[in-house]
Nanobody, 114 residues
Framework: QVQLVESGGGLVQPGGSLRLSCAGS????????MGWYREAPGKQRELVAT???????NYADSVKDRFTISRDNAKNTVYLQMNSLKPEDTAVYYC????????WGQGTQVTVSS
């Protein structure tokens, strides 16, 4: 059974940074497009950033120039470096793997508050 396990969430002050990680198992990780999505209370899940199996990245306008997605295929891991965090970045962040079928992680909470 495919597993995606996120880590790295937590409480951070506005302007701070966090690095999320998502480790995949039981998948041929290098074939999958990977993505980070987030879901804030009362809102729909939205795309944050994606990276193709070839390394092409895409970002939501709200996080451009603040967040960076990257992947390490040798470690079956995708990362999301989040800088200059704002209270509106508060959400549960989910990892996604897509190659025909789509898999989701269980999510990790990010709270940006003073």
């Amino acid at each position: 059974q495919v597993q995606l396990v996120e880590s790295g969430g937590g409480l951070v002050q506005p302007g701070g940074s966090l690095r999320l990680s998502c480790a995949g198992s039981r998948i041929t990780f290098r074939l999958y497009a990977m993505g980070w999505y987030r879901e804030a209370p009362g809102k729909q899940r939205e795309l944050v950033a994606t990276i193709t199996n070839g390394g092409t990245t895409n970002y939501a306008d709200s996080v451009k120039d603040r967040f960076t997605i990257s992947r390490d295929n040798a470690k079956n891991t995708v990362y999301l470096q989040m800088n200059s965090l704002k209270p509106e970045d508060t959400a549960v962040y989910y990892c996604n793997a897509k190659w025909g079928v789509s898999y989701w992680g269980q999510g990790t909470q990010v709270t940006v508050s003073s």
